[in-house]
């Protein structure tokens, strides 16, 4: 947002009936140019409908990753260097625009910064993003890069084999893109944000906006590691244990297994300055600690299909209840409820609610 946009629209906020003309008076610019900056902050999201609507609805930024998934799952265990019988499917996916849409079916209002390519990929991407309500002003679209694509080889079992992602996009969603969306990103009540960005714009956002809650998805041990001088910005943070072993020194006892370990480097990372941390540990469940406790929790018992975007569902329901101020148990069950979901269906943008959900877990208690 430009300075004078800012000033229009403070003038808008003290009153949202003033005219053009009276606003162009108070400034000393012409009525055309006051026009012309209503029309972008219209199309940045600032401004909702005719008479200067303020929208002032709660809301949640999500800032990230939006790519096409191309994922192919074998009918038999990999023959590696040679072409094995399976499915492949593609679907829009990004860890960002996961939990976007997870957040969405939770019932959450959602406005997304992300990058899409003028591309076949990126308009199907922007139109899924459209029908489901989620607030699109915040992506640009590129015509220098593609939309990001992610190409995944799972097992038989349907747990990843091997990934691989083109994501040069991500590197437009800079500090001087952020600045443009200023207001959009002050007025959220969280910020959600995962590490396909750059390390000066991770910086950029957790210092300019450490008084917010942030809630961070470190994707994968490359791009984890550029959180490791921001950790006590960080309200909630989602690692696997390879993920949360990068971001602090702490070193394996020979006597300890996966679920030891990960409280190890939970408490680790709690010391450290997060404020509240959940470590996956796939099939054996996740670690959850904060400054009063540390704490194992197993997964529903549902038949796995596949385990693609399994951790942006967890990360999104417990983003849900933490908006909701719901203590940690009620957190992190329904977080491990929704990965449950998710792992249970072939395809992973099926649709998540909170009934569904709700009776997953009155289920598996019964």
């Known amino acids: 947002m430009t300075d004078r946009e800012k000033e229009i629209l403070l ?12 606003i162009s ?22 401004i909702k409908g005719r008479g200067y609507i303020i929208d002032e609805t709660p809301y949640t930024v999500v800032i990230g990753g939006s790519n096409m998934d191309i994922i192919g799952t074998p009918l038999g265990p990999i023959i590696e260097k040679d072409s094995n019988i399976g499915k492949v499917i593609t679907r829009s996916g990004g860890v960002g625009r996961n939990i ?15 990058a899409v390519g003028n591309d076949a990929f990126g308009k199907r991407i922007l139109e899924e993003l459209g029908r489901l309500g989620i607030e699109r002003s915040g992506i640009s679209v590129q015509d220098a890069y593609p939309t990001s694509t992610y190409l995944c080889i799972n097992d038989h079992q349907g747990d990843m084999a091997l990934a691989i992602s083109h994501m040069d996009i991500a590197s437009t969603i800079n500090i001087a893109y952020l600045t443009e ?7 959220a009540s969280a910020l959600i944000v995962d590490t396909n960005l750059s390390s000066e714009a991770l910086d950029y956002l957790l210092h300019k906006y450490h008084h917010k809650a942030i809630f961070i998805d470190p994707v994968s041990t490359k791009k984890a590691i550029k959180l ?12 696997n244990l390879i993920e949360a072993a990068c971001l602090v020194d702490v070193a394996r006892a020979s006597d300890q297994d996966d679920i030891g370990y990960a409280k190890t480097l939970a408490e ?7 404020k509240e941390v959940a470590i996956t540990l796939s099939e054996q469940g996740v670690v959850y600690a904060d400054q009063k406790e540390t704490t194992w929790y197993a997964n529903y018992p549902v038949r796995v299909v596949n385990t693609t975007g399994a951790g942006d569902a967890f990360f999104s329901g417990y983003v849900s209840r933490a908006l909701k101020k719901e203590d940690c148990d009620a957190k992190v069950c329904f977080a491990l409820a929704c990965a449950a979901y998710q792992v249970s269906r072939e395809d992973a943008s099926v649709p998540m609610n909170e009934t569904v959900i709700n009776h997953l877990m009155t289920a598996s208690s019964v």
């Open 268 to 274: 680790a990372l709690v010391k450290a300055g997060v």
């Open 25 to 46: 008076d108070i400034l000393g610019i012409t009525r055309s140019s006051v026009a012309v900056h209503i029309s972008n902050l219209t199309k940045k999201g600032f």
């Open 228 to 239: 490791r001088d921001l950790l006590p910005y960080i309200t909630f943070i989602k690692p």
């Open 181 to 187: 969306l200023e207001q959009k990103i002050e007025g």
């Open 11 to 22: 003038i808008i906020q003290k009153d949202p009936c003033i005219s053009q003309e009276a």
């Open 100 to 114: 976007c849409t997870n957040l969405s079916r939770l019932g959450v209002s959602v406005h997304f910064i992300s």
